[in-house]
C-alpha cells in the first residue's frame, strides 16, 4: 500500500522569508500524481500544487514550488516571500493513476510570524 | 462560495441517534469523496462514488452508511455512532479522470457523546 510521510509536525517561518515542508512517500508504482494541499482554519482543504509523476520538471505555482526527487521518492514545498495567509495545515497527498484514492501524509502545521 | 457544499457545519449527537452529513457539489463533477479527519491522524479515505456508482468502501462500518441519488449530491448516513467517530467528514469531488484534483467542503465536525 501507498503511504505517505510528513517528518515535520511543526514548522515556522518569518514573514518574507523562505521555508521548505518535507514530504516523503513509498510507492512501486511508476504512474501517480502528488499535491500538496493547504488546510486553514476554517477547515477547507484547498489545492496548492500538483506534479505528475513522468514529468521531470518540477511544478511552480506563484510563490509555491516544488523539489521532485523521483528516485528519492521526495516531494517538498518551497514557499517564498511568505506571508501571515500561508498560516495553515499542509497536507502532501499521493494519487496512483487510475485510481479515485487520494492518500495523505499527517500534515505539518505552518505558522508564520509577523 | 468554494463550489462544495456540506451542511450542517456542527453536528453534536448521542450514541443512539441518527442523523445525516449532506454534501452538495455545483462544479459539474461526476466523482465524489466522504474522507474523515481525526486529530493526528491522516485524512481516511470511506467511500468514493463515480459516476454515482459506489467504487471504494475503505472498510468502514456499517454504522456509516452513504447514499448518492444523483452526481451533486452525496449524504452520509449515521447511526448508533461510538465516541471514538467523533472527527471532521470532508466531502470532495473531482471529475473523474487521471490525477484530477479534488475540490473539498468546509466539514462538518461532528462530536458523539
Known amino acids: 500500500a501507498q503511504t505517505v510521510t510528513q517528518s515535520q509536525p511543526e514548522m515556522s517561518v518569518q514573514e518574507a522569508e523562505t521555508v521548505t515542508l518535507s514530504c516523503t512517500y513509498d510507492?512501486?508504482?511508476?504512474?501517480?500524481?502528488l499535491f500538496w494541499y493547504k488546510q486553514p482554519p476554517s477547515r477547507q482543504m484547498i489545492l496548492v500544487i500538483r506534479q505528475e509523476a513522468y514529468k521531470q520538471q518540477n511544478a511552480t505555482e506563484n510563490r509555491f514550488s516544488v523539489n521532485f526527487q523521483k528516485a528519492a521518492k521526495s516531494f517538498s514545498l518551497k514557499i517564498s516571500d511568505s506571508q501571515l495567509g500561508d498560516a495553515a495545515m499542509y497536507f502532501c497527498?499521493?494519487?496512483?493513476?487510475?485510481?479515485?484514492?487520494?492518500?495523505f501524509g499527517k500534515g505539518t502545521k505552518l505558522t508564520v510570524n509577523p | 462560495e468554494t463550489g462544495v457544499t456540506q451542511t450542517p457545519r456542527h453536528l453534536v449527537m448521542g450514541m443512539t441517534n441518527k442523523k445525516s452529513l449532506k454534501c452538495e457539489q455545483h462544479?459539474?463533477?461526476?466523482?465524489m469523496y466522504w474522507y474523515k479527519q481525526s486529530a493526528k491522524k491522516p485524512l481516511e479515505l470511506m467511500f468514493v462514488?463515480?459516476?454515482?456508482?459506489?467504487?471504494e468502501n475503505n472498510s468502514v462500518p456499517s454504522r456509516f452508511s452513504p447514499e448518492c441519488p444523483n452526481s451533486s449530491h452525496l449524504f452520509l448516513h449515521l447511526h448508533t455512532l461510538q465516541p471514538e467517530d467523533s472527527a471532521l467528514y470532508l466531502c470532495a469531488s473531482s471529475q473523474e479522470g487521471r490525477g484530477e484534483k479534488l475540490f473539498f467542503g468546509s466539514g462538518t465536525q461532528l462530536s458523539v457523546l
Open positions: 462514488y463515480s459516476l454515482e456508482e459506489r467504487v
Open positions: 462544479l459539474g463533477h461526476n466523482a
Open positions: 497527498a499521493y494519487k496512483q493513476g487510475g485510481s479515485e484514492k487520494l492518500v
Open positions: 510507492t512501486s508504482e511508476s504512474d501517480y500524481y
